[in-house]
């Protein structure tokens, strides 16, 4: 099962709006509605930011949004903010007992 | 308020063995998965595998099978990871995260790594 495929790097400007892909197969992404999405400081924590796709846990800020679109999932971040610079990393589930990460994108703000 | 406390940096030389532990508060634990997920330097984040601490149903992605090997204390609330003879190639971050199912797994809370050293 290969790594989901995401940009190496997307930057943007305090305030705008930026979008990172993730692309799958119709095995993975294409398959299930189980992507999430995770924000990783280095040396810290990863956190959860979205599952179900587009499913937000409580406390998130809902400045951070997902969707899909046939094998290809996103993770939008509006109003971006200082705070927002890291790495992130989507997850799709492939079938079986697999889950497969995508490559990471660092966000650099 | 769930945590995830993980145990420290480890440094071992290729062959040696190894465990590492994640205990966790705030919820029952038996009740939900604990996956393991591994980041090597300048890589991406690798699922090594899940464990039901309720009995213990350990599930590897193919990729760890018979490499590495889970195992759950329900006692102390904590999951362990060990390997019995370790390669210079498992220097990682290793973290631990609990895991819910909604269809597919995803991992609400997560620890904050163990980093293992083989050289």
């Known amino acids: 099962q290969s790594a989901l495929t995401q940009p190496a790097s997307v930057s943007g400007s305090p305030g705008q709006s930026i979008t990172i892909s993730c692309t799958g197969t119709d095995s993975d992404v294409g398959a299930y509605t189980y992507v999430s999405w995770y924000q990783h400081h280095p040396g810290m924590a990863p956190k959860l930011l979205i599952y179900a796709v587009n499913e937000r846990p409580s406390g998130v800020s809902d400045r951070f949004s997902g969707s899909k679109s046939g094998d290809t999932a996103s993770l939008t971040i509006s109003e971006l903010q200082a705070e927002d610079e890291a790495d992130y990393y989507c997850?799709?589930?492939?079938?079986?007992?697999?889950?497969?990460f995508g490559t990471g994108t660092r966000v650099t703000v | 308020e769930v945590q995830v406390v993980q145990s420290g940096a480890e440094a071992r030389k290729p062959g040696e063995s190894l465990r590492i532990a994640c205990t966790t508060s705030g919820y029952n634990f038996p009740n939900y998965w604990i996956g393991w997920v591994r980041q090597r330097p300048g890589k991406g984040l690798e699922r090594l595998g899940i464990i039901y601490p309720g009995d213990s149903d350990a599930r590897y992605h193919p990729s760890f099978q018979g490499h590495v090997a889970m195992s759950a204390d329900r006692s102390i609330n904590t999951a362990h990871l060990q390997w019995t003879s370790l390669k210079t190639s498992d220097t990682a971050i290793y973290f631990c995260a609990r895991a819910r199912d909604s269809g597919g797994l995803y991992f609400d809370y997560w620890g904050p790594g163990t980093l293992v050293t083989v050289s």
């Open positions: 997850c799709s589930y492939a079938g079986g007992d697999v889950e497969v």
